[in-house]
């Protein structure tokens, strides 16, 4: 957070979670479900999590 603090421009008042979410954006994408299990898209060795929070999923995982 301190380094978007210092590179921001002047006139933003967003926080960076703010501006990661400007207008509801990314949030209004789809709506969280209370339990969600994640998993790797490819590779030797599987991977997978349940999450029970609201959280941003990198492309490779579904």
């Known amino acids: 957070m301190e380094l978007w603090e210092l590179h921001r421009s002047e006139r933003s ?13 990314m949030t209004g994408q789809f ?21 029970r929070d609201e959280a941003v999923i990198e492309n490779k995982l579904y």
Do not use: C
């Open 31 to 51: 709506p969280f479900i209370s339990e969600r299990v994640v998993y790797t898209k490819a590779g030797a060795r599987l991977a997978a999590a349940r999450l």
């Open 13 to 25: 008042t967003l926080s960076l979670r703010q501006q990661i979410d400007y207008q509801r954006k």
